[in-house]
């Protein structure tokens, strides 16, 4: 079956550091992909999204690496800061296929940000 | 910066009760989405709502749920018979658009089904 699903629970980083945060799918029909952050008692929070005819996409601070040959996704933040730490998860959603608007979430990463 | 709200955050009821959870989603978005998190485990798609009907469910949005948009503002989840599995987050989401688009988050319900 279809699933997007993440590498590791929990990613520690010190501050100042790059981090990077991977995804898994396994459809390969997936052909848009977002990253979530979710902060404790909140809701996911947009941070980025990459169409499956880019493999690279810049935000402020943030990068996301599309590897269509292997199935995985990338996030990657640079100088990481203390207000970082939240869960992060990837989505999948086929809505330029019109597989429709859902979102697909994977597992999550904590990342945790040391001082 | 447009939000989306949800209320109330936290909702406790028993088992067989109805429960009704609101959502005002932003303003000139046209799609909206219930999803739900269960304590530890990943965000998983309910429904989606667009033009005062559901254009997609998952397997878990069964009999027992349902959505509205009563007025022009409020976008509701309705349960109607709880059980304990039903506890968990529910995230109310709008977009501008289908597909390919930007979904905005609230904050969400806490239900807890004791």
């Known amino acids: 079956g279809e699933s997007v699903g993440l590498h590791l629970p929990t990613l520690s980083v010190q501050e100042g550091d790059n981090s990077i945060i991977n995804c898994a799918y396994s459809n390969s029909a997936s052909d848009y992909f977002i990253w979530y952050k979710q902060e404790s008692g909140k809701g996911p929070q947009f941070i980025i999204d990459?169409?499956?005819?880019?493999d690279k996409r810049q935000g402020q601070r943030v990068t996301v690496l599309l590897n269509k040959t292997v199935k995985h996704l990338s996030l990657q933040i640079a100088a990481t800061q203390p207000g970082d730490s939240a869960v992060y998860f990837c989505a999948e959603n086929r809505g330029l296929t019109g597989g429709g608007n859902k979102l697909t979430f994977g597992t999550g990463t904590q990342l945790k940000v040391e001082l | 910066e447009p939000e989306v709200t949800q209320t109330p955050s936290h909702q406790v009821t028993q088992m067989g009760q109805e429960v009704i959870l609101r959502c005002v989603p932003i303003?000139?978005?046209?799609?909206f989405y219930w999803y739900r998190q269960i304590l530890g485990q990943k965000v998983e798609f309910l429904v989606s709502f667009y033009n005062n009907e559901i254009s997609e469910k998952s397997e878990i949005f069964d009999d027992q749920f349902s959505v509205e948009r009563p007025d022009g503002s409020n976008f509701t989840l309705k349960i109607r018979s709880t059980k304990l599995e039903d506890s968990a987050m529910y995230f109310c989401a709008s977009s501008e658009l289908t597909g390919a688009g930007e979904q905005y988050f609230g904050p969400g319900t806490r239900l807890t089904v004791t």
């Open positions: 303003s000139n978005h046209l799609y």
């Open positions: 990459i169409r499956s005819n880019m």
